[in-house]
T-cell receptor
Framework: GDSVTQMEGPVTLSEEAFLTINCTYT??????LFWYVQYPGEGLQLLLKATKADDKGSNKGFEATYRKETTSFHLEKGSVQVSDSAVYFC????????????FGKGTKLSVIP | NAGVTQTPKFRVLKTGQSMTLLCAQDMNHEYMYWYRQDPGMGLRLIHY???????AKGEVPDGYNVSRLKKQNFLLGLESAAPSQTSVYFC?????????????FGQGTRLTVV
């Protein structure tokens, strides 16, 4: 079945540091890939997505590129801010009529001033 | 625009009690899902629905039942709550023809079973 593996945290960075959160996946066919973000006490929000190989998703300074050859979708940001402190989830959807999302376990990011 | 609304936001149950969690969406989405979130486990799919009157089991369906009598509502029931069902529950919806499967989530229901 489908699965997502992401680096486990917690990750603590200083403000303006570079962020990478690794994500690899196993899926049949050609899944869509997502990064969701969960701020404290809130539900998940879509951060960015990519629907086919070599697509780059980007939003709020975050980027991730769909790499089919390495089955990866790593999240990056060049300069993190305190407001980026949250839990980040990598996810995939293989479609197949129900669009079920399969999530990684989440990575908690804390950014300190 | 409300999006996806979950009721209640918090609840404490005693072991053996029953309750129903309500999820309502006003975006006319076809697909709806119930997930539970536990520390270190990510989100796991409990049940889902691809349309009014249809439901299907997800990864962890035991101890839960669901119903989708109206397109906009998806109910999650616990008939006899157990401490292992202490969790944060999230509802999500997806439109059928968006193409990519982007999900819209509710704010969550924090359930404690004592």
């Amino acid at each position: 079945g489908d699965s997502v593996t992401q680096m486990e945290g917690p990750v603590t960075l200083s403000e303006e540091a570079f962020l990478t959160i690794n994500c690899t996946y196993t899926a049949t066919g050609y899944p869509s890939l997502f990064w969701y973000v969960q701020y404290p006490g809130e539900g998940l929000q879509l951060l960015l997505k990519a629907t086919k190989a070599d697509d780059k998703g980007s939003n709020k300074g975050f980027e991730a590129t769909y790499r089919k050859e390495t089955t990866s979708f790593h999240l990056e940001k060049g300069s993190v801010q305190v407001s980026d402190s949250a839990v980040y989830f990598c996810a995939l959807s293989s479609g197949a009529g129900s669009y079920q999302l399969t999530f990684g376990k989440g990575t908690k990011l804390s950014v300190i001033p | 625009n409300a999006g996806v609304t979950q009721t209640p936001k918090f609840r404490v149950l005693k072991t053996g009690q029953s309750m129903t969690l309500l999820c309502a969406q006003d975006m006319n989405h076809e697909y709806m899902y119930w997930y539970r979130q536990d520390p270190g486990m990510g989100l796991r799919l409990i049940h889902y629905s691809v349309g009014e009157g249809t439901t299907a089991k997800g990864e962890v369906p035991d101890g839960y039942n669901v119903s989708r009598l109206k397109k906009q509502n998806f109910l999650l029931g616990l008939e006899s709550a157990a401490p292992s069902q202490t969790s944060v529950y999230f509802c999500a919806s997806i439109p059928k023809y968006r193409g990519s499967g982007e999900a819209f989530f509710g704010q969550g229901t924090r359930l404690t079973v004592v």
